[in-house]
């Protein structure tokens, strides 16, 4: 349980767009919250977007009505569609849950974007 493996990322063109997807070995349904991070090359991982167990979604304000974050609990998958896709967009993104106490991270999947 808490296992996670994300997939989608590509190549893409400026202003393409991408889905990601997350699937939690042991099911999503039990994370107090999943979150989307990212990690640009030299650059330090930043916060992208969450969603409460409720289902509240937040983003970080570089993303906020460009990407959504969404989950399907039935497929144990958290998603991250983004639209509008800009090179900044570039990096390495990641998967992540809180259970219990503990966090779990996915390995990433590369997003690239070619202006």
């Known amino acids: 349980q808490g296992q996670l493996a994300e997939s989608g990322g590509g190549l893409v063109q400026a202003g393409g767009s991408l889905r990601l997807s997350c699937v939690a070995s042991?099911?999503?349904?039990?994370?107090?919250?999943m979150a989307w991070y990212r990690q640009a090359p030299g650059k330090e991982r930043e916060y992208v977007a969450r969603?409460?167990?409720?289902?509240?979604?937040d983003y970080a304000g570089s993303v906020m009505g460009r990407f959504t974050i969404s989950r399907d609990i039935r497929k144990n998958t958290l998603y991250l569609r983004m639209n509008d896709l800009k090179s900044e967009d570039t990096a390495v993104y990641y998967c992540?849950?809180?259970?219990?106490?503990?966090?779990?991270w996915g390995q990433g999947t590369q997003v690239t974007v070619s202006s």
């Open positions: 992540t849950g809180v259970l219990g106490t503990a966090a779990f």
């Open positions: 042991g099911g999503i349904g039990s994370f107090k919250v």
């Open positions: 969603i409460t167990a409720g289902g509240d979604p």
